[in-house]
């Protein structure tokens, strides 16, 4: 997905992917959820999510919602803040420098 957002580019083709999650529940629940944490060239971060008709990233459509996607620049303490939220002790500490204890 291409999107431009405050005159910059956000690329999920160009960009390393550095974090994923999904709240477990297939593509067909209204409740699915995924998204992924991409770092740009830049030194940018982003996210890309993608939910079902009951999640953040719903579209309006015709009196309802459905499904849709989203993507979201992120500073990078709001990408560390996800990280913290979603990703495994070890997957944080190889993207953001070790943690003390």
């Known amino acids: ?3 431009i957002i405050n005159g ?4 999920t083709e160009t960009a390393k ?3 994923y999650w999904s709240n477990g529940y297939p593509c067909s629940d209204f409740n699915h959820c995924n998204e992924t ?3 740009k060239k830049t030194g940018e971060y982003f996210l890309y999510g993608e939910g079902g ?3 953040e990233y719903a579209r309006s459509v015709c009196g ?3 499904g849709g996607s989203r993507i979201i620049p992120m500073t990078e303490e709001s990408a560390k ?3 913290m939220e979603h990703l495994e002790c ?3 500490e190889a993207l953001f420098g070790e943690v003390e204890e």
């Open 1 to 3: 997905m291409k999107k």
């Open 8 to 11: 910059r580019k956000y690329d």
């Open 17 to 19: 992917e550095i974090g």
């Open 37 to 39: 944490l991409y770092l």
């Open 53 to 55: 008709a009951l999640t």
């Open 64 to 66: 309802g919602s459905t």
């Open 81 to 83: 803040e996800w990280a």
């Open 90 to 92: 070890d997957e944080y």
